[in-house]
Every structure is written in structure tokens, then in C-alpha cells.
């Protein structure tokens, strides 16, 4: 039996397209039907967008006039983030402050895929401007994992999991400051990448942590994650973080890599079969001739605490714009203290106060050489080590999380939600590269539930973690 046109992969609807099998409108009605009629019991979407009759025409004539030459995105329906602008549309990060914005330019990343032809189906649920695990913290309600209703899709990028993952696009955008995409793409069965830092422009991302925000995939298969990567990345002039292809340069490596593997995180508040599955996964890449290499990262026990002060202060200071005059939701008291009060009260939510509070207090006189510049000196240290490791290594591996998706409501201490980042924010903190890929499935209360296996790599060698990736799932790139 042939697969319902969305419930395809990027690969499996570009080649359809080409032969003629169906066309664009008949791939874009699939989806956003499907997206119509999961999103009032999903709300993996803050909205869905009417079909665009000419970006619809001008993908199929691209495609019926260049065949093979199209981009392989040209005409493929897709998820936005709801903190990455695209020009027309509300981009509100999930927060009150923002209901009302409506971007008024295009990000780059935007203006790459639509210019590879692909049409956007919605902008999707999140964590308030990218702070969680679990896009519980969404103005607009959380968003349920299609894996099992009564989970969270894991966050930030919850809403693009949901999305991707219950079928109602053929992938989804998301952004990474410490694990937002790698996370969600574990606990919903996606893969899941963040790029090195300034691989893909930040321009017309709203801004979370500067210096730790990066754009990503989520998607069905290696191979459609590696084709949104591909069309996103580059220099850009609007963003002079952005990386140009030899500011690192790509180190050569065997057909048989090197899989580094740091066995004294493997322990505590591990579960049992996410360990199994981890290790059946590092079993199974050795019958393919890949080697496992021990390999010592022994500041990473730090790594989480110095995330949880770096993040929150570049937070703060990136969200002090949103005060009520210059930008955001606008409420009036007797006094211009009050109209910032107020404001800010109304317009934001709990853990996103939160976080303003600590990174104000962690960058004040006083207290930033205590906090603020040691998880600084944490951040260099951690990427010594891992620079080092890598000079034994060509990935390293560890599973995305600790556990499969938890429920709502489970992880409501903010500690134990922290701790759901172990894994994933050393890549933000050293701007490595890094990858989860579905590794298995574990049970819990009778219910299957996906699992990740995550890769990092070097600076620049992203490629290697499609390689990798790729080796687990089985596919040819
Ligand atoms: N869960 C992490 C946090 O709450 C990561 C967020 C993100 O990557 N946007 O900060």
C-alpha cells in the first residue's frame, strides 16, 4: 500500500513530484488537512496559514520547468518556529509580549527555503521565547506529544515536533540554544540538528542566547535533515557571527569512524533501558566496522550549571527590549515605572521572569565574577576538552536524554527540568555541532516510547554527523 502523501519523507515527495505522481497541491492539501484536523487536539500550532495560490504555482511550474534541477524543497510543506520570522506573519515566541508583532521582514532562513520553493503550513507552538523542555511554558497552552497524548513533546521546539512528527508537514524548523531541537526530535522519534555555531545566519531569529542560538532541522530521516541544512547554512552580511566554509577547516576522516564514548556520564539518573538501548546502538555501528573509543570529559559535570547562568544572562539582557514603549505589549500605569511593571508583569510568564531575574542578578556588580565569569572560564575549559577528545575521536556519543518524554506536570520543580539538558547544552556551550538520531524505543505504562542517540562532532564537521546519523538509521546519503 502506498503512504498518504503526508506521511512522506522530503526525499520520498521530491522524487513523487518529479515523476509526476501528485502534485504540489495535492502534497500541500494532505498536510494541511492533516495539520486541520490533529491541531485542536495537538496545538502543535499557534496558527495555521492559508494556502498560498502562488507560491503553490510557482513551486510546480519551477518543478514541471527545471525537473531534476529544482531544489529538492521546492514545493515541500513545512513547519515554522514561532521565533523565526517570516515577513507578514505574527511571530509572537509564544509570548503574550509578542501577540500582536507581525514580522516585517523575512529571516535568512526564511528567504532560503522560500527561495528553494517550499511552502510553510503554520508557525508552531514553543516554550515562551525558547526557555524549557517541554513547551509547557507556551502563553498558548502545551503542546501533546502525538506519541502518546499524555507526554510532552519536549521543548522548546515542541510544537515543530509535534508537528513533524504527527505527519501534518514533512519536517520542521526549530531553534537550539541548549537543546530546543535535538530533545524534542528525541522524545517524538525525529532527527533532530544543531549546526556549529554561526553555520546557519541568526538574522530575523528572535534573539534567546546570542552567543548560544542556532537554527536547525527537525525532521523524518537523515538524509531530509541534511537537505534543509544544506539550503540554510552560509556567510550572511546580516549576521557577522555567520561562518565562512573555511573558517574551520574540515579534517579528513576513514569510512570507519571513531566513536568516542565518555562512560563516566553514563550514570547517574540514567534509566536502565535508555542505557540498554544506547549500548545496543554502539554494538550494532561496531558489526559496521566503526571502532568505540573511551574518551574523558571530566569538566562536563559542570557543564549544565554553567549553561544555566551563561543562558539566563544573555537572556536577560536580550529580552530587556520588550519593556512596553520600545516593543511588545503595552500597558499604562501612573508612573514610568509602573508602565515597566506592568508591562512585563502581563506580558511574560513565570519561568521566563525566572530567568530574567537570574541572569540580571548573575551579570550585577558584585556577583558576575562570582557566576557570570566562572561558567565563562567553565565554557573554555569544556571546550579544551572536548578539542582535545577529538584528537582520539571523530564523534562523540551519548544518548539526547535520560528518559523518554515524561508527562505534563511531571517535571513542574525547575531543577528537574534543568536536568532534562545534561546531555545536550555542552554543544551550545562549546559551538560544536550536534545530532540526535531515533535510537529505539523503551516502554513506559504499556506505551512505546522513542529514545535519541546524540552525536557531537568538531567545529565545521557537520557533514560527519549526516555520515553518522545515517550509519544508525540505515540510510544512504
Ligand atoms: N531547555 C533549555 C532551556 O530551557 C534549552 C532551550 C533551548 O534550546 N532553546 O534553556
Redesign the pocket.
Known amino acids: 500500500m502506498t503512504k498518504p502523501l503526508n506521511e512522506l519523507t522530503i526525499v520520498e515527495a521530491a522524487k513523487g513530484l518529479r515523476s509526476k505522481t501528485f502534485s504540489v497541491q495535492e502534497l500541500w492539501d494532505a498536510c494541511s488537512a492533516e495539520a486541520a484536523r490533529r491541531n485542536p487536539e495537538l496545538n502543535a500550532y499557534l496558527e495555521l496559514f492559508p494556502a498560498d495560490a502562488d507560491a503553490i504555482a510557482r513551486a510546480q511550474a519551477r518543478i514541471d520547468a527545471e525537473g531534476e534541477n529544482a531544489s529538492l524543497l521546492c514545493g515541500i510543506p513545512l513547519a515554522m518556529k514561532d521565533n523565526i520570522l517570516i515577513e507578514g506573519h505574527v511571530a509572537s515566541a509564544a509570548s503574550k509580549m509578542l501577540a500582536n508583532y507581525t514580522a516585517t521582514y523575512d529571516s535568512t532562513v526564511t528567504k532560503k527555503l522560500k527561495e528553494a520553493g517550499v511552502l510553510f503550513v503554520g508557525r508552531t507552538n514553543m516554550d515562551e521565547f525558547?526557555?524549557?523542555?517541554s513547551t509547557e511554558h507556551s502563553a498558548y497552552g502545551p503542546t501533546k506529544n502525538p506519541v502518546d497524548v499524555t507526554r510532552v513533546p519536549g521543548?522548546?521546539s515542541g510544537g515543530s515536533s509535534a508537528a513533524a512528527s504527527a505527519h501534518t508537514a514533512l519536517a520542521a524548523l526549530g531553534?537550539?540554544?541548549?537543546?530546543?531541537i535535538r530533545q524534542p526530535a528525541a522524545h517524538t522519534g525525529l532527527v533532530g540538528m544543531k549546526p556549529t555555531y554561526g553555520r546557519i545566519s541568526r538574522s530575523g531569529l528572535i534573539a534567546?542566547g546570542s552567543s548560544l542560538d542556532q537554527a536547525g532541522p527537525l525532521a523524518k530521516s537523515v538524509a531530509d535533515a541534511k537537505i534543509l541544512y544544506d539550503v540554510m547554512k552560509g556567510h550572511d552580511p546580516l549576521d557577522a557571527t555567520t561562518l565562512t566554509d573555511d573558517t574551520y577547516p574540515v579534517k579528513e576522516v576513514g569510512k570507519s569512524l571513531r566513536i568516542g564514548v565518555p562512560r563516566h556520564l553514563l550514570v547517574e539518573g540514567l534509566d536502565a533501558d535508555v542505557l540498554e538501548s544506547f549500548e545496543r546502538t554502539l554494538a550494532a555501528l561496531t558489526e559496521k566496522g566503526h571502532t568505540l573509543v573511551d574518551v574523558s570529559l571530566p569538566t562536563s559535570g559542570y557543564a549544565l550549571s554553567a549553561y544555566y547562568v551563561i543562558?539566563p544572562a544573555e537572556a536577560s539582557a536580550n529580552l530587556a527590549r520588550y519593556d512596553g514603549i520600545r516593543y511588545g505589549l503595552a500597558e499604562r500605569g501612573e508612573s514610568l515605572l509602573e508602565d515597566y511593571v506592568q508591562s512585563k508583569s502581563s506580558g511574560f510568564g513565570s519561568e521566563t521572569i525566572r530567568r530574567i531575574l537570574l541572569g540580571t542578578f548573575v551579570l550585577s556588580s558584585g556577583y558576575i565574577d562570582a557566576y557570570y565569569r566562572k561558567a565563562d572560564k567553565a565554557r573554555d575549559v569544556l571546550r579544551a576538552e572536548y578539542d582535545a577528545a577529538f584528537g582520539s575521536c571523530d564523534v562523540i556519543a551519548f544518548p539526547t536524554t535520560p528518559s523518554p518524554a515524561f508527562r505534563f506536570g511531571e517535571k513542574s520543580d525547575p531543577v528537574s527540568m534543568y536536568l532534562e539538558?545534561v546531555f545536550t547544552v555542552t554543544a551550545n556551550l562549546t559551538g560544536m555541532p550536534a545530532i540526535s538520531v531515533p535510537m529505539g524505543m523503551v516502554e513506559r505504562d504499556g506505551v512505546s516510547l522513542p529514545v535519541g542517540i546524540h552525536f557531537t562532532s568538531a567545529h565545521g564537521a557537520d557533514d560527519l554527523l549526516f555520515t553518522m546519523g545515517a550509519e544508525v538509521t540505515g540510510e544512504t546519503l
Not at 525558547?130 to 523542555?133: E, N, Q, R
Not at 531553534?175 to 530546543?180: F, L
Open positions: 525558547a526557555m524549557g523542555s521543548g522548546s531553534t537550539d540554544t541548549g537543546g530546543s534567546l543562558m539538558d
